[in-house]
């Protein structure tokens, strides 16, 4: 069983930057598509962007193209999410997750594990 470990998420001003981490357990993650979901209070879980095995295809959101940008280090089983230009919207739980297969999903039956969740709060 692989397990997402997300860090790296606070508060942080509008306009400020934030680079979450989501590490896997396992090699297994090399050959898997990785994704970032969001969840405010009462709000669906939201889709934010996703990346392949290799890094060399990626899909966003459309509330944060241009602002968010995903990668991987396979090396490390490590997938990021760089967060620029944060806005109060951006606030919410956010979800790193596994997916089923190699190449870029954006939903969520998509995906087969999920991480724990860390908070972003964006606010001043």
């Known amino acids: 069983q692989v397990q997402l470990v997300e860090s790296g998420g606070g508060l942080v001003q509008p306009g400020g930057s934030l680079r979450l981490s989501c590490v896997a357990s396992r090699a297994v993650f090399g050959i898997s598509a990785m994704g970032w979901f969001r969840q405010a209070p009462d709000k669906e879980r939201e889709f934010v962007a996703s990346i392949d095995w290799s890094g060399g295809s990626t899909r966003y959101g459309d509330s944060v193209k241009g602002r968010f940008a995903i990668s991987r280090n396979n090396a490390v089983n490590t997938v990021y999410l760089q967060m620029n230009n944060l806005i109060p919207e951006d606030t919410a739980v956010y979800y790193c997750?596994?997916?089923?297969?190699?190449?870029?999903?954006?939903?969520?039956?998509?995906?087969?594990?999920w991480g724990q969740g860390t908070q972003v709060t964006v606010s001043s």
């Open positions: 997750a596994k997916g089923k297969s190699s190449v870029v999903v954006t939903t969520p039956p998509g995906f087969d594990t």
